[in-house]
C-alpha cells in the first residue's frame, strides 16, 4: 500500500522526519574539551609573586627551627636569604612530579646563592623501596653524588618502584655515574644511613609532616607544590627580604 493512499484510508498522520542529535552532541563537545582547557590553564598558570592567592604563614608561627636541617642534605650557601625546604619519600609519585621544580630550583635560585635547598627523607610505610631509595642517594653523597642519584631516583621512579632487588638497580645507577661499586653495595647491604633516614624521619614527625611532598619556603607551607607557587613564593620572598 502507497504512503499517500495509507494516510487517505487510515487517516493516520504523516510521519515525523527524525531530528538529528549530531549538532548538539558536537556543541557539549566543544564546551566540555573548553572547559578542560580552561581548567587545566587555571592548575598549571604560574601565580605572580604579589598574588593574594599565594599561602603565608600561619599568624604568629615560629621560624622554621634551623638546627634541624642538620638532619636532612642541604645544598646551596648557609647564608642564602631564603631556605625551601622538602619532606619527601623517593617512591611517592606527587613527590616524583615536584622533583622537576626543585631541579629548576637548584639551577635558577641555589647556583645564584639566592636559595639553600634541603631535602628530608620522610619513606611512607606503604613503600617498600622507599627507604632503599633513601639510602642509595645517601650512599651515593659519601662519594659526592648525592643529588646525581637524587635526581636519578625520582627520573627513573617507575622502573624502581615494583622491584624485587632495589640493590641491584640502584648498584646499576651508581655505576652509571661513575661511583666505586664495591664500596656502594656495601654502604647499601650494610644499610649504613639507616639511622640518618629514621631521624629525618622523626624530624618530621616532630614537625607533624605526614604527608609528601611537604614544601616549605621558609615557614610557608605550600598549597599547590609545584614550580609556579614556588618561584612565586621564593621571589615575594626574596623581595621582602631585599626591602
Not at 58 to 80: C, I, T
Request: proline share 7%; charged share 25%; hydrophobic share 35%.
Amino acid at each position: 500500500m502507497g504512503e499517500a493512499k495509507r494516510r487517505k484510508e487510515t487517516g493516520a498522520p504523516p510521519p515525523r522526519e527524525r531530528k538529528s542529535n549530531k549538532p548538539m552532541i558536537i556543541g557539549v563537545s566543544v564546551l566540555v574539551l573548553a572547559l578542560v582547557v580552561i581548567g587545566l590553564s587555571f592548575l598549571t598558570a604560574e601565580p605572580e609573586p604579589t598574588s593574594d592567592e599565594l599561602p603565608v604563614a600561619s599568624p604568629g608561627a615560629d621560624p622554621f627551627p634551623a638546627q634541624l636541617d642538620q638532619y636532612g642534605v642541604s645544598v646551596g650557601p648557609e647564608d642564602a636569604p631564603v631556605v625551601v625546604r622538602e619532606f619527601a619519600d623517593y617512591q611517592c609519585p606527587a613527590c616524583g612530579r615536584f622533583s622537576d621544580a626543585s631541579k629548576q630550583l637548584k639551577q635558577e635560585y641555589v647556583e645564584a646563592g639566592k636559595v639553600r635547598f634541603v631535602y628530608f627523607d620522610l619513606p611512607l610505610q606503604q613503600h617498600e623501596n622507599a627507604v632503599p631509595a633513601a639510602l642509595a642517594a645517601r650512599c651515593a653523597g659519601d662519594q659526592d653524588a648525592y643529588w646525581d642519584m637524587h635526581d636519578r631516583l625520582f627520573a627513573s621512579q617507575t622502573e624502581w618502584s615494583g622491584s624485587g632487588d632495589p640493590v641491584a638497580t640502584f648498584t646499576r645507577y651508581a655505576n652509571d655515574l661513575g661511583l666505586e661499586e664495591r664500596r656502594f653495595r656495601r654502604c647499601m647491604t650494610t644499610e649504613l644511613h639507616r639511622e640518618d633516614i629514621e631521624q629525618s624521619r622523626r624530624t618530621a614527625m616532630q614537625l607533624r609532616v605526614t604527608s609528601t611532598p611537604t614544601v616549605l619556603v621558609d615557614n610557608i607551607r605550600l598549597t599547590r607544590p609545584g614550580w609556579g607557587q614556588l618561584s612565586a613564593v621564593v621571589e615575594r620572598e626574596l623581595a621582602s627580604k631585599a626591602e
